[in-house]
């Protein structure tokens, strides 16, 4: 298993960016899909982003797509989630999270394929 430490949220207007980092420490992170959910007050934790082993593949909620970007660098052991033109929905705690292995489109998209969560970081978007 890895462990993963979030950082880079904060509080920003509509139309702002941010970049959002997960560190990854533990044995062979290159083995691991990494993705990225999110979870609003009062509702599921839902899946935002993902990338395969070697980022060969990348995956997107439709609700984020041609604005956030998903990426790694393995060695470095970090996870990345640049968000562009935030907008006030994307406000929620944003979790990285690795599964051994590869995943496909679907598998990506299931959080409950992950085995390593971090504890989450906050990010707000005012309208």
């Known amino acids: 298993q890895v462990q993963l430490v979030e950082s880079g949220g904060g509080s920003v207007q509509a139309g702002d960016s941010l970049k959002l980092s997960c560190a990854a420490s533990?044995?062979?992170?290159?083995?691991?899909?990494m993705g990225w959910f999110r979870q609003a007050p009062g509702k599921d934790r839902n899946f935002v982003a993902a990338i395969t082993r070697s980022g060969e593949n990348t995956f997107y909620a439709d609700s984020v797509k041609e604005r956030f970007i998903i990426s790694r660098d393995n060695a470095r052991d970090m996870v990345y989630l640049q968000m562009d033109s935030l907008k006030h929905e994307d406000t929620a705690v944003y979790y990285c999270?690795?599964?051994?292995?590869?995943?496909?489109?679907?598998?990506?998209?299931?959080?409950?394929?992950?085995?390593?969560w971090g504890r989450g970081v906050q990010v707000t978007v005012s309208s």
């Open positions: 999270a690795a599964l051994v292995g590869h995943c496909t489109a679907i598998g990506c998209r299931n959080r409950r394929l992950y085995n390593s």
């Open positions: 533990g044995r062979n992170f290159w083995q691991h899909s």
